[in-house]
């Protein structure tokens, strides 16, 4: 039996011919998106027009798990060089958490890391960041408020690079992706780590709501163009976001889900695993 969006589904069509509207529309409110929703009605089309509603259950996760790549090996040190992430996304989303938990997370599997508060304009933006540090035990780098984001991560690097730290985690601030001065901003971040390292910043993850829907494609998209993102987390699937975007993300620009959020505690954090995902998603 379905566990998600398809389960009311199921129970109304199960051995039956499926309503094509109803389908439709259960599967973009679903947050999978235009395209993709269109890519499963037509391989269910392709199978005939009695289709149950086993059948679209069916169809639907298989399609899916096609769009979606296997789970990636973790975040692993780099030779020499501090394994540099920076973590972006408009206001509101859980950004600061979220890296805050990626550092958990790394220091649960033995690597050391360094969180830099390179959010120097949201009120208590740092503030934030350096309560989690405190209760993680791992150490922050900061400056003043209305700082230069761009040159404490550059000397955030040097600090990493000097002292052998394996992996630097940058949280920028959460910005509009409609404003393109903003996002200029977080380009020349970008820029900046480059001088040290022409690949860094290694990894460019933007920072998702599940519960935003089709919106946070939209984000996605505009953080691309700006900086060209390596991932995303997604969060907040503890409430009622669906979590569909991670397909429609992955099929119309490409960037993977690599982590996700459940919940507020340092623990709910995880890598995504498509397997899982998909069976909590339908």
């Known amino acids: 039996m379905a566990a998600g969006f398809f389960k009311s589904f199921l129970a109304k069509f199960t051995g039956a011919p499926v309503d094509w509207d109803e389908l439709e529309e259960l599967l973009i409110r679903a947050d999978l998106g235009v395209t993709m929703t269109r890519h499963i009605l ?87 960041l350096c309560r989690w540090g405190e209760r993680l035990g791992i150490e922050v780098l900061k400056s003043q408020y209305q700082g230069d984001s761009a040159a404490l991560c550059y000397d955030a690097w040097n600090s990493a690079h000097r002292r052998n730290i394996e992996f630097l985690i940058c949280d920028t601030a959460g910005r509009l992706h409609t404003k393109s001065n903003l996002m200029q901003e977080l380009a020349k971040v970008a820029r900046t780590l480059s001088k040290h390292d022409p690949d860094a910043p290694h990894e ?50 490409g960037i993977p889900t690599r982590f996700i959020g459940t919940g507020e505690k340092e623990t709910d954090f995880a890598p995504f695993d498509r397997e899982a995902f998909v069976k909590q998603l339908l």
Not at 85 to 114: D, E, M, P, Q, R
């Open 42 to 128: 037509e391989a269910l089309r392709a199978r005939g027009w009695d289709v149950t509603g086993e059948t679209a259950l069916e169809v639907t996760r298989e399609e899916i798990l096609k769009i979606l790549p296997p789970t990636p090996p973790a975040p692993s040190p780099l030779a020499g060089k501090p394994n540099t992430f920076l973590i972006v996304g408009v206001n509101g989303t859980g950004k600061t958490t979220s890296a805050a938990k990626f550092a958990h997370w790394l220091k649960s599997h033995h690597h050391s890391c360094l969180l830099v508060a390179a959010d120097t304009f949201r009120a208590a933006a740092i503030e934030q």
């Open 204 to 253: 460019k993850w933007i920072v998702l709501d599940a519960t935003t829907g089709s919106n946070a494609l939209v984000q996605a998209t505009e953080f691309h163009k700006a900086i060209g993102l390596t991932g995303v987390i997604l969060t907040k699937l503890d409430g009622s976001g669906k979590g569909g975007m991670a397909v429609a993300i992955q099929q119309e620009i």
